[in-house]
């Protein structure tokens, strides 16, 4: 066990020349250190394909090797890697002139473990309870699968024109080169309304009722607490929408 031990942290350090792995054979450990890059690589390329895209292939590689010195896979499973790499991302010399490919990192990041989720359908049965319940005693259970990510850059419209066909992609790399320029980022929503999760923008009245659901406010607190704001915002046109785009888990009535 001493020496399976010893040669996985060989494998994982980059200088096989270190004392730990004196007593190794050099081209053997070569062989699983090329092996593990590629995999992590090839794995890596799956989680980030916006990075990928903006980046290339060296710099991701190179970013990929950094990783592997930085933060070593923990477990079996590669899908479960690669969240820090935003960090490596943001500190190569290379990518200084284009700070938004961390947040496009933490994006993507964001996407794959979205599809990873568990399949979550809105109880309709639930629905019912407003018909029956003042607002003040309901509250609603968000999916899951649903994030909120902020980021100073825009990266909405950057992760569309990597989606986008040809003629829209001209069309978002304009909207993310004005909002570039102007200091513009843009609020995320991840959803899943079926089996693949999907991006859009919130406006700030939207964000602001999605933080308040997830800090269990009941929904008429809630809709009371964005009046005081001046926001405008409202519950009949916003439902429709979230059971269309499966934002809502379902609704439960708040115990006295």
Request: hydrophobic share 45%.
């Amino acid at each position: 066990m001493h020496e399976q031990n010893k040669l996985v942290r060989a494998i994982f350090k980059a200088d096989s020349t270190a004392d730990h792995a004196a007593d190794i054979d050099i081209r053997g450990l070569k062989v699983y250190q090329r092996n593990l890059k590629v995999n992590a690589t090839n794995a890596l390329k799956i989680t980030f394909p916006t990075v990928l895209t903006l980046i290339g292939d060296e710099v991701f590689s190179y970013a990929v090797e950094q990783l592997l010195q930085q933060d070593p896979p923990s477990a079996g499973d590669w899908g479960l890697w690669g969240k820090n790499i935003s960090s490596v991302l943001k500190n190569l010399n290379a990518l200084q002139e284009f700070p938004y490919v961390a947040d496009m990192a933490t994006l993507d990041f964001l996407l794959h473990q979205s599809a990873r989720e568990k399949d979550n359908a809105l109880s309709m049965d639930s629905l019912s309870l407003l018909a029956s319940c003042e607002l003040d005693e309901l509250r609603v259970v968000l999916n899951p699968a649903f994030v909120l990510l902020t980021s100073g850059f825009p990266i909405v419209d950057i992760y569309r024109a990597n989606e986008a066909s040809s003629d829209q992609c001209e069309y978002y790399l304009q909207q993310a080169q004005q909002k570039l320029l102007s200091g513009v980022g843009q609020v995320t929503l991840i959803y899943r309304p079926q089996f693949k999760p999907l991006v859009r923008t919130l406006e700030s009245s939207e964000h602001d009722w999605l933080r308040l659901m997830q800090q269990n406010f009941s929904i008429g607190k809630a809709l009371d607490v964005l009046m005081h704001r001046k926001q405008e915002f409202s519950l009949e046109a916003w439902l429709p929408l979230a059971i269309e785009q499966n934002l809502i888990s379902h609704l439960e009535k708040i115990e006295s």
